[in-house]
């Protein structure tokens, strides 16, 4: 289990500069600056078949990025990057099991940033992807999705798609990824990215589905899960994502008043007696970071926040 290494709020989600830019959005400026930022995706062409049992080198730099080279056609300029960050989410403690940590190495975040952010993809921090809101930071993303203990076969769900990062991530852990986006043109713009990617050979996206919806009702068809991810800010455990949990199932999930969320790991337990109990633990031992808000759909728009509902 990691430890706490931060009061601040500084992984998380929300700036003056994002903030200002969700402004925008609902001025009705948030489709120019969302468009037009967005890379030419799949930079690279991956020559080999995924395999689920290879996994990259992790005690030297060189032999990684020449191992991602020819496995996954990428460019090296960002594998070292990559490389880079992974030592720091090690010295963090963002990420401590073997599969987690080849999920990490497999996943090119470069492919998920906006143009402008393309030379800060591997930067601690969270990164404005348009709309208002951002790509998590990948210590945050690390320690979230290694908290969840995500098997083969699990099946899990995101709750805030975004960027397309998380569930990119999580489908290197698991074949059944689905993750839902309340931003229409955003949900799109990222369903499209995987479409391409998965035109380029990264085959293990096709385990992602993805739908635009409020995530806040999970998704009842699809449901019951093994483990739920939420990437967005709530005040309260949405009911209907608890319903929707395996018994015994995890979720991973920032709980509090905006901008200052603890990240609770809550597992659904179920006794003999066939009861269900719930408890609680906080991934960051009592540090707090701050997500972009979980928003409501109301009449097909979106208006407010979830909190306190
Ligand atoms: C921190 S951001 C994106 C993080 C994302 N997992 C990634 O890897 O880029 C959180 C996302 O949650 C979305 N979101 C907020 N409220 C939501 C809701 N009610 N249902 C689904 N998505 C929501 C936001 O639009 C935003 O894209």
Redesign the pocket.
């Known amino acids: 289990m990691p430890r706490a290494k931060h009061k601040a709020t500084i992984f998380?989600?929300d700036t003056p500069a994002t903030l200002l830019s969700r402004r925008l959005f609902l001025l009705g400026a948030g489709a120019t600056l969302a468009s037009g930022l967005f890379p030419p995706p799949a930079m690279a062409n991956v020559p080999l078949a995924y395999d689920w049992n290879a996994a990259p080198l992790t005690d030297n730099r060189a032999g990684f990025i020449e191992w991602m080279q020819k496995q996954r056609g990428e460019n090296p300029k960002y594998l070292g990057q990559r490389w880079d960050r992974f030592q720091a989410l090690l010295s963090h403690h963002d990420v401590w099991d073997k599969r987690d940590m080849r999920a990490y190495l497999l996943t090119p975040r470069e492919e998920?940033v906006t143009k402008a952010n393309l030379e800060r993809a591997y930067e601690w921090h969270?990164l404005d992807?348009g709309?208002g809101?951002?790509?998590?930071g990948p210590h945050s993303?690390a320690r979230m999705t290694n908290s969840l203990e995500l098997q083969l076969g699990s099946k899990v769900l995101?709750?805030?798609?975004?960027?397309?990062?998380?569930?990119a991530?999580l489908a290197n852990l698991t074949d059944k990824v689905f993750?839902?986006?309340?931003?229409k043109p955003?949900a799109e713009r990222t369903r499209k990215l995987y479409d391409t990617l998965i035109e380029q050979g990264y085959s293990e996206y096709k385990g992602i589905t993805t739908k635009n919806?409020?995530?806040?009702y999970g998704w009842k068809e699809e449901a019951p899960f093994d483990k739920i991810i939420v990437?967005?800010g709530i005040d309260h455990i949405p009911p209907p994502l608890l319903e929707q949990l395996k018994p015994n199932g995890m979720m991973v999930i920032p709980v509090g008043p905006p901008g200052i969320q603890h990240v609770l790991k809550v597992v659904k337990q179920q006794s003999a007696d066939g009861s269900f109990t719930v408890t609680r633990a906080d991934i960051y031992n009592g540090g707090t970071l701050s997500?972009?808000?979980?928003?409501?759909?109301q009449g097909g728009a979106?208006s407010g926040?979830?909190n306190g509902h």
């Open positions: 998380g989600v998920f969270y992807i709309y809101v951002t790509i998590t993303v995101e709750i805030g798609t975004g960027s397309g990062y998380q569930s991530y993750s839902i986006e309340i931003i955003l919806a409020d995530g806040y990437t967005c997500f972009v808000p979980f928003t409501m759909l979106i926040t979830h």
